[in-house]
């Protein structure tokens, strides 16, 4: 049975930082991109960022570009760095991994796996 599991989450303040884990069992993920994704209280799921099955290749969303950075650990192992975390970062942060490309998991419906996420809560 495949599984993601998220590791990090927490209460952090404005400025502070976090670094999510997600660990990855049930298969190799060595040809797959992995990735994150978010969703705010009463908002819809975005894309945060994601990382090539070789690491290679990297894409961001606008709105976490040079603050955050995602790195593979292994086949199984994506990580996501947070820096100068911001109050609307605040969110349900999952992981996700797609036998697709990097570039094509900005949207959500190329996923197939999802990990069951991790809280995020930055206060001001």
């Known amino acids: 049975q495949v599984q993601l599991v998220e590791s990090g989450g927490g209460l952090v303040q404005t400025g502070g930082s976090l670094r999510l884990s997600c660990a990855a069992s049930?298969?190799?993920?060595?040809?797959?991109?992995m990735g994150w994704f978010r969703q705010a209280p009463g908002k819809e799921r975005e894309f945060v960022a994601s990382?090539?099955?070789?690491?290679?290749?990297t894409y961001y969303a606008d709105s976490v570009t040079g603050r955050f950075t995602i790195s593979r650990d292994g086949a199984n192992t994506v990580n996501l760095q947070m820096n100068n975390l911001k109050p609307e970062d605040t969110a349900v942060y999952s992981c996700?991994?797609?036998?697709?490309?990097?570039?094509?998991?900005?949207?959500?419906?190329?996923?197939?796996?999802w990990g069951q996420g991790t809280l995020v809560t930055v206060s001001s």
């Open positions: 049930g298969r190799t993920f060595s040809s797959y991109a």
């Open positions: 996700a991994a797609t036998i697709a490309t990097s570039r094509s998991m900005r949207s959500s419906s190329r996923v197939d796996y």
């Open positions: 990382v090539s099955y070789n690491n290679y290749n």
